[in-house]
């Protein structure tokens, strides 16, 4: 399974951005589809995840704020980020978890959010 993120930038305190996962090859073995983030000198967090189903989890900090979505047709998962804040900037990797290879990653794309 390959992974291709796109939709990061940068955006000022109180924006909004939408990241774009779209998934190649084996996108059949795909189970649950998230959203990490790492900022430098931290360890890579779930932001947010949805099942195959489209079951949500989503960490603390983006409850209320970010909304996970998936499109099975488009093999795409979404993140809309509202209400941003400038301890969201960091580095936003789409992951799935697959049946066969267990995690897949895609390349990450920076998210930098103004004060």
């Known amino acids: 399974v390959q992974l291709q993120a796109s939709g990061g930038g940068l955006v000022q305190a109180g924006g909004s951005l939408r990241l774009s996962c779209a998934a190649s090859?084996?996108?059949?073995?795909?189970?649950?589809m998230g959203w990490y983030r790492q900022a430098p000198g931290k360890q890579r967090d779930l932001v947010a995840a949805?099942?195959?189903?489209?079951?949500?989890n989503y960490a603390d900090s983006a409850k209320g704020r970010f909304t996970i979505s998936r499109d099975n047709a488009r093999n795409t998962v979404y993140l809309q980020m509202n209400n941003l804040k400038p301890e969201d900037t960091a580095v936003y990797y789409c992951a799935a978890e697959t049946i066969v290879a267990g995690r897949s990653w895609g390349q990450g794309t920076q998210v930098t959010v103004s004060s």
């Open positions: 090859g084996n996108i059949f073995t795909i189970n649950d």
């Open positions: 949805i099942t195959r189903g489209g079951r949500t």
